[in-house]
């Protein structure tokens, strides 16, 4: 089945650890994407990576890290240094920048 | 940067309504994205339409590009249409193109 995974599903993570999220695609698609998404609200874009070995930052990088050595994928580290990281992570993936966009199950942080 | 606005924020239907939900945009795209949030957080892609109108079951889409606005219609709604509905644009926006920028969403409960 084509798709994109995300794990873990929930993540508990003490304050002061970083943790790193899982995201892999198996579309063959050239982009992918990191977005956060708080309660009530839309989502947002930490990083971007349009081909392998090149990745972007979106509007809330702050405090998070990411690499990309595969095409399929693309993990996204929250480090220490992120002041309010309990949300939703969701991971995404396109042919290209701008076409339409595929999104994973998504993972839910919690910082305890 | 460019300002995506949904309306109405909630909206409750009895089974068998039908509905407009409405995404207004103040900037030129070339990506437009429509989404149903389920209860467990997955993004389902909806429509892809920067312009035009499309159709896919009860459910269908405009996008008036000159005019900035999209509209989701939504027709004899089921009770498993309830979610969240997200509208997404992108666009030649300086160093950020072609990725989507998210609207808040309209929370839809469709009761039996």
């Known amino acids: 089945d084509g798709g994109i995974t995300q794990s873990p599903k929930y993540l508990f993570r003490k304050e002061g650890q970083n943790v790193t999220l899982s995201c892999e695609q198996n579309?063959?698609?050239?982009?992918m994407y990191w977005y956060r998404q708080d309660p009530g609200q839309g989502l947002r874009l930490i990083y971007y990576s349009q081909i392998v070995n090149d990745f972007q930052k979106g509007d809330i990088a702050e405090g998070y890290s990411v690499s990309r050595e595969k095409k399929e994928s693309f993990p996204l580290t929250v480090t220490s240094a992120q002041k309010n990281p309990t949300a939703f992570y969701l991971c995404?993936?396109?042919?290209?920048?701008?076409?339409?966009?595929?999104f994973g199950p998504g993972t839910r942080l919690t910082v305890l | 940067g460019i300002q995506v606005e949904q309306s109405p924020p909630d909206l409750i239907l009895q089974e068998g309504a039908n509905s407009t939900l409405r995404c207004n945009f103040s900037?030129?795209?070339?990506?437009l994205q429509w989404f149903h949030q389920n209860p467990w957080g997955q993004l389902i892609n909806l429509f892809y339409i920067p312009s035009g109108t499309k159709q896919n079951g009860r459910l269908s889409a405009t996008t008036v590009a000159t005019e900035r606005y999209s509209l989701l219609y939504i027709s004899s709604s089921q009770t498993t249409d309830s979610g969240v509905y997200f509208c997404a644009v992108g666009g030649n926006y300086g160093g950020s193109q072609g990725n989507l920028i998210f609207g808040k969403g309209t929370k839809l409960s469709v009761k039996p």
């Open positions: 579309l063959n698609h050239d982009a």
């Open positions: 900037d030129s795209v070339n990506n």
């Open positions: 995404a993936s396109s042919m290209g920048q701008g076409n339409e966009q595929f």
